[in-house]
């Protein structure tokens, strides 16, 4: 057991690289098995999700090369079509080999997935889908069975626009005779960085970032390289750690044209953001305005990002409403951060965060990947020492986490959990 031990109150200041898309690699990597033929990916986070689901393809029967930036996949053996409870349970992206397999081997079975413990996600959106083109699904003994003779396009109109059910059909209907029409898609960054690697593996697919997708099947699709798109999730995270500091960061990689939604609102806090070739800088100040922010699927303010924006906002000088319209456990964080001296109240779906607050280092817990990053951000804005416990969390979805904050001047540093913290500094 590792965690986090932050002295707080030093403003950031310099430059952060973004990685890839934690988001995105993933389903690239999934996306790998529609092939037999080699593919490598570039920009490729090394957390330890990307870890995990190499493990999962490794144990599906590909060979999985990673080194820094890199990942080279080869399926070009006999594949398994069940993955394993023990490395499925890890990661909620895992059962986006579903598809793939379904689509290539013409079965799959499944573990239920895991992951952060952010309020049910459904698979309702994927089944039914399947169903549309053709596959029979049965649930037992904590695994899903999928399985279909021919996979036939079809239109398939969903209730929601999941993101994971949107990716998951596009992946099979590749491979299915005829074409598929998914209405209601997603329409996230992320999708669209998976059809352009789709596309040059020999996909047929138009209307990506719009709320209909279109796929004609082909028989086969060959490999391809490819570069993944900047983590948006991370370069968020960065410039609302230069706005509750007070500093100023030069976001290097980062595509603002992906936070349109979230740079609005940072600007209307009153944090100074401009865009330059290649990235986003960031500036804090010490008047902050609140706000109210609604989570919504993509081009919506990000879930994801919830959480860290809270933080911001209980530096504000008044009170802001947020309110949580995709997972229904986001704010379970809020506990901890109350504890670092936030006042917020949550009822239902929403949350009333009073401003004017004074963060003061404690020790606070992780409950989910997002939330310990937000309680990182809150531990380097509050006076005194924070330790920041289930750091695993982060490091599912952050590379190099505290070195990056390192290099900008954060007093971070990543400890055994039996490691005695240093003495408290005096709140004044």
């Keep these: 057991m590792q965690k986090f031990e932050i002295t707080g109150g030093i403003p950031l200041a310099g430059s952060v690289r973004v990685s890839g898309a934690k988001n995105s690699a993933l389903k690239l990597m999934a996306a790998s098995l529609l092939t037999t033929e080699k593919t ?48 499925v349970r890890r990661m ?13 081997q013409g079965r799959a079975r499944v573990a239920m997935p895991g992951g952060c413990n952010i309020g049910p996600r459904k698979l309702d959106f994927h089944f039914s889908g399947f169903e549309k083109l053709g596959a029979r699904i049965n649930v037992e003994h904590g695994f899903i069975n999928v399985a279909a003779n021919r996979l036939t396009g079809d239109v398939i109109s969903l209730d929601y626009p999941s993101v994971g059910a949107t990716e998951n059909l596009v992946m099979a209907a590749c491979l299915a005779e005829g074409r598929t029409v998914i209405e209601s898609a997603a329409r996230e960054p992320e999708l669209i960085d998976l059809v352009k690697f789709l596309t040059s593996m020999g996909a047929r697919i138009s209307g990506a970032g719009t709320d209909t997708i279109v796929i004609d099947g082909v028989d086969e699709l060959g490999g391809a390289t490819h570069t993944v798109m900047p983590d948006r999730i991370e370069a968020g995270t960065y410039m609302l750690a230069a706005a509750v500091t007070g500093g100023e960061l030069e976001i290097d990689g980062a595509d603002p044209r ?8 940072m600007r209307a806090i009153g944090v100074g953001v401009d865009e330059y070739e290649g990235g986003i800088r960031c500036r804090g100040g010490d008047d902050y305005r609140g706000t109210d922010i609604a989570t919504l699927p993509y081009p919506g303010f990000p879930t994801d990002l919830q959480a860290p924006m809270t933080v911001l906002l209980s530096l504000a000088r008044v009170h802001s409403i947020v309110t ?9 964080f809020v506990d901890e951060l109350n504890r670092l001296g936030a006042d917020i109240r949550t009822s239902g779906h929403h949350a009333v965060v009073h401003g004017n607050c004074r963060l003061e280092g404690a020790i606070v817990e992780a409950p989910d990947l997002r939330a310990g990053a937000a309680l990182v951000l809150a531990g380097l804005a509050a006076s005194g020492v924070t330790e920041v416990r289930r750091i695993g969390h982060i490091d599912r979805g952050y590379e190099n986490f505290e070195q990056k904050l390192q290099l900008v001047g954060a007093d971070i540093r990543r400890v055994e959990a039996g490691e005695p913290a240093p003495s408290p500094t005096p709140f004044n």
């Design 258 to 265: 992906h936070l349109e939604i979230f740079i609005s609102k």
């Design 324 to 332: 949580e319209n995709v997972f229904e456990n986001r704010f379970s």
């Design 40 to 87: 490598i990916l570039y920009n490729v986070p090394l957390i330890q999700d990307v870890y995990t689901m190499a493990d999962v393809l490794r144990a599906i029967g590909a060979s999985v090369i990673i080194s820094p930036g890199r990942v080279e996949i080869d399926p070009s053996g006999d594949l398994s079509y069940t993955t394993p409870y023990e490395l």
């Design 92 to 104: 909620r992206a895992s059962i986006t080999v579903m598809g793939p397999l379904l689509a290539r």
